[in-house]
């Protein structure tokens, strides 16, 4: 195995998956981002800072892609594709974040009349 194919594992990884399942790469960032969100969001629900925890599990697994994603352009280029980087997180956190500003407004509980 070469450097170039280690280096590429995780890109070829998410390649296949994309292919398995039929979506683009920035719609699977969208799919992902939210689905880790409503899943943290149930893991953390009895905590009064779950909005903030889902978040940032969000964000923390989007960093961990964006750093494997980095090495990959770093083999491959020499540098890191930027713009691309942070369309990714824009694409990730769009739906998260707008889901923890609506529902931070909410109220915790609706009384029943």
Known sequence: MTEFDRASFWYEGKGWL???????????????????????????RGSKHRLALAWLTVLLV??????????DWIMWTGTINWAE?????????FW???????????????DKD
Do not use: Y
Not at 25 to 35: S, Y
Not at 85 to 93: E, G, I, N, P, S
């Open 96 to 110: 998260p974040s707008l889901l923890c500003l609506f529902m931070a407004k909410m109220p915790a509980h609706v």
């Open 18 to 44: 994309i292919e398995a399942i039929g979506l683009s790469r920035n719609e699977l960032h969208i799919h992902v981002g939210l689905a880790i969100f409503l899943l943290s969001l149930l893991a953390f």
């Open 85 to 93: 980087m942070t369309k990714d997180f824009a694409v990730t956190l």
């Open 62 to 71: 989007q960093t961990l892609n964006e750093v494997m994603d980095a090495r």
